[in-house]
């Protein structure tokens, strides 16, 4: 099920909550003691991360990007990412955009991002649906972060910044030294304590929820439910209904963060490095069934033996799998 049914687009009396939460996990006193995936990425005591800052053009716009995953080593190397070899299965569709290189090897984006609207997010009477909804940045037409090279590698190339404003967590640009810090959200893969950066979702109440650009060429990405080498998705799951209360070692889910709690502490199947990741996680909306108790979910295969014994389902009561949007969160330390 899709999110767009559930949310009204505006609201008379919008409650702006901030784009992430500290997620109640404990964190590590150094970087140092992190995993970190993405070259050059510094992660900082504020719940951010500071990330490398590239320069291109979009039309007479000058547009801010990072870099994240490339689809080959040797683009990796060339980018500052990590490798992402399934995103080379979204090369020639809609969900990347086709760039040109400038002689100065300017990065010329046939679309970019209009980050001029307000962010508006209402919670439910449970935190999650929520009540009104909107994204407070917009693709433009074609726009997406996926860029596809003249020679057809695929690069993750979120926009950050352009002549519209920058992304809602963006904190902080330094055009001088090159940099961005970028809000962190909490979440785990394979068991793992895990930080990523959200940066765009294919749905306008994901995008909403998650602080970040509505781009629904995304979506275009194969394909649903693809999980393996042959797509360019990886599996996610996003409890609905988890347990609440800031300081419950049990508690997850969206309702819980859209109640101001925390991160929703979302469980991710794969690690950077491990051939099956990618960027561009296919969610998978996860509700306890009636009479179920919650409990606190790090592993997504934990996830789906519990969606075979009827514990959990998909929201909302439906059949278990995934709700039909994509979300680009880019995996970016294990702690």
């Known amino acids: 099920m899709r999110l767009r049914p559930l949310l009204a687009a505006t609201a008379t009396a919008a409650l702006a909550l901030p784009a992430s939460t500290v997620g109640l996990v404990a964190h590590p006193a150094s970087a140092d003691r992190a995993g970190t995936f993405v070259p050059g990425a510094q992660l900082n005591p504020d719940h951010t991360v500071t990330l490398p800052l590239h320069r291109g053009r979009s039309g007479n716009q000058t547009v801010w990007f990072i870099t994240t995953e490339a689809s080959d080593s040797n683009h990796a190397q060339a980018w500052g990412t990590s490798v992402s070899a399934k ?34 997010i209402v919670p439910g009477p449970t935190g999650f649906p929520p009540a009104a909804a909107a994204p407070g940045a917009v693709g433009n037409l074609g726009y997406s972060p996926l860029i596809q090279l003249p020679d057809g590698a695929v690069v993750n190339a979120p926009h950050i910044a352009n002549d519209t404003g920058a992304a809602d967590k963006a904190v902080a640009l330094d055009r ?47 394909f649903a439910g693809g999980d393996g080498t042959d797509s360019a998705r990886a599996s996610l799951a996003a409890i609905t209904n988890g347990q609440t209360g800031r300081a419950d070692p049990q508690r997850q889910g969206l309702n819980s963060a859209l109640l101001g709690e925390g991160d929703p502490l979302n469980v991710l199947a794969w690690l950077p490095q491990q ?27 934990h996830i789906e033996d519990l969606a075979d014994s009827g514990r959990v389902i998909g929201f909302p ?10 979300v680009n969160c880019p995996i970016i330390a294990r702690l």
């Open 317 to 326: 009561d439906g059949p278990w799998g995934p709700s039909g949007f994509v």
């Open 87 to 120: 995103l080379s299965n979204a090369r020639r569709t809609a969900a990347v955009q086709k760039v040109s290189i400038d002689p100065d090897g300017t990065v010329v984006f046939p679309a970019t991002v209009d980050f001029s609207p307000d962010r508006v």
């Open 176 to 222: 001088q030294a090159m940099t961005v810090r970028y809000l962190l959200t909490d979440g785990f893969a394979r068991g793992n304590q895990v930080v990523y950066i959200s940066t765009e979702a294919s749905d306008p109440g994901a995008a909403a929820i998650e602080g970040v650009t509505y781009a629904p060429n995304l979506n275009a990405a194969p």
């Open 275 to 301: 051939g099956r990741y990618s960027p561009l996680w296919d969610v998978h909306l996860t509700q306890w069934a009636p009479g179920q108790r919650p409990t606190r979910q790090t592993e997504f295969a």
